[in-house]
């Protein structure tokens, strides 16, 4: 499978969107249960079906982006046009010392997002930190491992020693980014609303920011059609239960929620809406 990744990330990145719209579509036919689930989630967020539409392809696309960003040489910058909206509110932090976090949603390309922070940030600001649970898959898992070793961007895992390096990471004016819609295990999240349904939403955010007095920052990384490039977005959050605890975690994260989902109504098509936002978390051992 590392061959054919290999292989496959030496065609044009418009070619490997096109496959991957095609693979969207392909599997949206093939699974009456991952249409029940699109259809589901933006039924509840309450998007028309032409608002969603493109969200088939793009969750295609997001697959098929994978070999040339996987295994692109670690030397080798991203060539393609990277454009920014909003990146001062990223730099005005860790500028004043005070860290960052950014908080990506499965909105666009999450995956290339990071590596283009690392790239523009780190020679000035020094490696952005981003946790990842190894895959189950032994192929598979020394295939991420090594697509996210890269200059000015480290990997920590997702436990309590990756916790504690992201405390240190953000005390000293570091950076790191968070998915902070995906499911987190049993005892690290809270029940909260989510495009009208409960969702298991992670709370780590909250916590780092509660201890660290570090800047929030909202992102998503916007794919401009027919392979014309990405734009990174930022716009900063505030919310007084970041700096303590006077206000709930529960309403903090309620809080968190809504402002993602008016990101994502923003370009509805382009987010994951066949992720099972709403299922059970997992119960680690």
């Given amino acids: 499978m590392t061959a054919f990744f290999r292989l496959l990330s030496r065609l044009p990145?418009?070619?490997?969107?096109?496959?991957?719209?095609?693979?969207?579509?392909?599997?949206?036919?093939?699974?009456?249960?991952y249409r029940h689930r699109f259809l589901q989630n933006t039924q509840a967020a309450g998007l028309r079906w032409d608002q969603v539409k493109p969200a088939v392809a793009a969750a295609g696309m997001v697959l098929a982006e994978?070999?040339?960003?996987?295994?692109?040489?670690?030397?080798?910058?991203?060539?393609?046009p990277l454009h920014w909206d909003g990146l001062n509110h990223v730099t005005d932090?860790?500028?004043?010392?005070?860290?960052?976090?950014?908080?990506?949603?499965?909105?666009?390309?999450?995956?290339?997002?990071?590596?283009?922070?690392?790239?523009?940030?780190?020679?000035?600001?020094?490696?952005?930190?981003?946790m990842y649970r190894p895959a189950r898959k032994a192929w598979l898992r020394d295939l991420v491992a090594g697509s996210r070793q890269r200059p000015f961007l480290q990997a920590a895992p997702a436990n309590q020693s990756g916790v504690r390096q992201l405390l240190r990471t953000l005390r000293q004016g570091g950076y790191t980014a968070i998915l902070p819609d995906q499911v987190p295990p049993q005892g690290q999240g809270v029940w909260s609303r989510f495009f009208g349904r409960d969702a298991?939403?992670?709370?780590?955010?909250?916590?780092?920011?509660?201890?660290?007095?570090?800047?929030?920052?909202?992102?998503w990384c916007e794919r401009l059609p027919k392979g014309q490039g990405f734009i990174s977005h930022f716009e900063p959050w505030d919310?007084?239960?970041?700096?303590?605890?006077?206000?709930?975690?529960?309403?903090?994260?309620?809080?968190?929620?809504?402002?993602?989902?008016?990101?994502?109504?923003?370009?509805?098509?382009?987010?994951?809406?066949?992720?099972?936002?709403?299922k059970q978390p997992r119960i680690e051992l």
């Fill in 200 to 219: 298991y939403t992670i709370t780590l955010a909250v916590r780092l920011a509660r201890q660290t007095g570090a800047q929030v920052v909202m992102g």
């Fill in 66 to 80: 994978l070999p040339w960003l996987w295994m692109r040489p670690a030397t080798q910058p991203l060539n393609v």
């Fill in 239 to 278: 919310h007084a239960g970041l700096h303590g605890a006077q206000v709930s975690l529960e309403v903090t994260v309620l809080a968190m929620n809504q402002h993602i989902e008016a990101m994502v109504r923003r370009a509805p098509g382009q987010y994951l809406w066949g992720y099972a936002r709403d």
């Fill in 93 to 130: 932090a860790l500028q004043q010392g005070r860290g960052m976090i950014l908080l990506s949603p499965h909105l666009g390309c999450w995956e290339l997002g990071a590596q283009m922070m690392a790239e523009h940030l780190g020679p000035v600001h020094g490696p952005m930190w981003v």
């Fill in 13 to 33: 990145l418009l070619w490997l969107q096109t496959l991957g719209a095609a693979l969207g579509w392909m599997v949206w036919w093939a699974s009456a249960s």
